[in-house]
């Protein structure tokens, strides 16, 4: 098995767009399959109006989004999530959430040294799985799997203003590289967008 120590996977990702959880899957299953394994860097890239939609009622979102399409693209998506063990259920989802909390605490975690692995699964399976409101703090902090002391300080964090400014400034460098494109993911120069099948995203790996 190979490890490429000194490279990394940007992965461009936006918590309202499945197939960016199904985009990671398949680039880790593309990794087990040729044996280069390397670290996902996730980086959040939200839609160009992000605020416009949060509290819209998810059907109204669908159909003005997808409009015919709308239940052939839940279905492709449930295909898709199918082949990794995940159910997913759309009928749960109730209004479209504001994700800036759940963004937010991924960089937490990411500027303290954790990997945020566990926590992007956990917050697509809340949202898309289980129909819970990713904006609620109370949400998010029952997927971590950290103490008491731990999750009191991530809510400190999530109560104050610390790291919007952040968040903003590596949203923007992210959409430089990925224009706005999710789910994108780039290693060095190369670059491929969209949940590629496993084999594609194989290519990316090949040194």
């Known amino acids: 098995m190979t490890n490429m120590k000194n490279n990394f996977i940007a992965l461009a990702f936006d918590f309202l767009n499945p197939w960016c959880w199904m985009g990671e899957k398949r680039l ?7 044996g280069v394994i390397l670290p996902i860097d996730y980086q959040a890239c939200r839609s160009a109006h992000p605020k416009a939609q949060i509290g819209m009622d998810y059907r109204t979102y669908r159909e003005n989004r997808f409009g015919s399409q709308a239940k052939t693209y839940e279905e492709a998506l449930s295909l898709a999530a199918a082949e990794f063990g995940i159910s997913l259920d759309f009928s749960r989802i109730t209004t479209m959430p504001d994700t800036e909390p759940a963004l937010r605490l991924m960089q937490w975690q990411k500027g303290r040294g954790k990997c945020p692995r566990t926590l992007f699964d956990g917050i697509y399976q809340a ?3 289980e129909g819970k409101d990713i904006s609620d703090p109370a949400s998010l902090l029952a997927l971590l799997k950290q103490d008491a002391e731990e999750r009191q300080m991530a809510m400190n964090f999530l109560r104050s203003e610390d790291g919007v400014e952040d968040l903003v400034k ?11 494109l999710t789910p994108g993911m780039k290693l060095g120069e190369t670059l491929i967008s969209g949940a590629q099948p496993s084999e594609i995203l194989a290519t990316l790996l090949k040194p």
């Open 28 to 34: 880790r299953q593309a990794m087990a399959k040729t």
């Open 127 to 129: 949202h898309f799985c």
């Open 170 to 180: 590596a949203e923007r460098e992210t959409i430089a590289w990925c224009g706005r």
